[in-house]
Every structure is written in structure tokens, then in C-alpha cells.
């Protein structure tokens, strides 16, 4: 048995984490790792990440909407030059995986479009070639945002991706990890899935959910 703890949105408040941070053999971060994608915020958030690699086994990790400065280093082709100075021993997935402990883990920061975020996709055929590339043999998902009509309740609204939550039930991974909607944090097992908003904060940006822990 695999236990993996999952956290989300700390927008550079990962520091409120210590002391409340569960055991567990892998840590997940769904992205949102800052507050305004600035290069000092993605550089501190990079530095706690890496200093969890003293307690747990593995680390991984995913850019989010907030994560301007991921984008950028994507965009202008310095991704691997980041990814190997600022998470020499994480695992920063972008559109990409890795298999620990026998398990395949795959992320993808990109979430439906809503104003002019990071790593934001028009809803339909244009966010579904990113989905088209989760391999079918995925155990554990990470993606930003949430699939449609799953922990993605704002108000009386669902916001959830529609193509991904295809995608989902096509592959059937052991566990889907996200965040993205701070107000649909929770828990949910659904045709024999895990599903994780693992949202730390809330819609007012305070501290309010702990991290989930799952097993798989």
C-alpha cells in the first residue's frame, strides 16, 4: 500500500504547512504555488518543496493558474533549466510522468480558460489535446483543475472540465489529485476512484482545509 499525501493552493503560504504535514510515503502538490507567479514566490515555494524531500520519499509537484513564471520558463524554453536547479529532486511534471514505487504518476497544470490566467485553455477540442496525452496506464492523476460534476461546486455552479472528466473515466487512474476551486475542497470516491480537491486554502486565501492522505 502506497500513502500519498495531497496539498494545493498554498499561493506562498506553504509555510503555514509545517508542523501539520502527515506521513506518508509521496507528497502531491496540485500547483498554485503562488500567489502572483512571481520568479521570488515560485523560487521560495521551489525551496519548501525541495526541503519535504528530508521527510518524504518522493515529491512531486504541478504549476497552476497562478503560476505565471512556470509558464513563462515553458514558453521561452528554459523549463528544463528550472526544472533541474530549482527541483533537483523533486518531480516537476509538466504534461509528462514518472513511475515510483510501481505506480505511474502523470500531471498537467492546464485548467479551462477564465480571464487571462497561466496555463489556461479554451473548453472543447483545444484543452482535450492535453487530456489526449494522460497514457492509459496512469494510477495517479495530477491536474490543477477538476473534472466536471467532481468536488467543482462554486455556488449553484459547476466549473469543472468537461473533456477531462472524459478523459477520466476513460483511463480509470487509481486516484485523481487536484485543486484549483478552494470552495469544493474535499474528498470523493466515485466508480471505484479517489478523488482529491486538496485545496488549502479557501476563497478568502486563509488557511482553512489540511492535507488529504489516501492510499492506493
Not at 103 to 113: A, L, N
Not at 177 to 201: D, E, P, R, T, W
Request: glycine share 8%.
Amino acid at each position: 500500500m502506497l500513502r500519498i499525501v495531497a496539498i494545493s493552493d498554498t499561493h506562498g503560504q506553504h509555510a503555514t504547512l509545517d508542523g501539520h504535514m502527515p506521513d506518508a510515503d509521496i507528497l502531491v502538490h496540485s500547483g498554485d504555488l503562488t500567489s502572483m507567479g512571481k520568479l521570488s514566490q515560485w523560487q521560495d515555494a521551489a525551496a519548501w518543496l525541495e526541503a519535504q524531500t528530508e521527510r518524504y520519499e518522493h515529491v512531486l509537484c504541478i504549476a497552476g493558474n497562478h503560476d505565471f513564471c512556470a509558464e513563462a520558463f515553458m514558453k521561452e524554453g528554459f523549463e528544463a533549466e528550472m526544472r533541474e536547479k530549482m527541483f533537483p529532486r523533486v518531480h516537476y511534471l509538466r504534461d509528462s510522468g514518472v513511475t515510483l514505487n510501481g505506480k505511474y504518476f502523470y500531471g498537467s497544470p492546464w485548467s479551462p480558460r477564465f480571464y487571462d490566467w497561466a496555463f489556461n485553455a479554451d473548453r472543447g477540442v483545444t484543452i482535450k489535446r492535453y487530456w489526449d496525452m494522460i497514457p492509459s496506464y496512469t494510477n495517479v492523476l495530477i491536474t490543477h483543475g477538476p473534472p466536471s460534476d467532481i468536488l467543482d461546486w462554486v455556488g449553484t455552479q459547476r466549473v469543472g472540465c468537461e473533456e477531462l472528466a472524459k478523459a477520466v473515466f476513460r483511463i480509470k487512474p487509481q486516484a485523481h489529485i487536484f485543486g484549483h476551486i478552494h470552495c469544493a475542497a474535499g474528498y470523493k470516491i466515485f466508480n471505484g476512484m479517489q478523488f482529491v480537491n486538496a485545496s488549502v486554502l479557501d476563497d478568502s486565501y486563509r488557511p482553512a482545509h489540511a492535507p488529504t492522505v489516501i492510499e492506493i
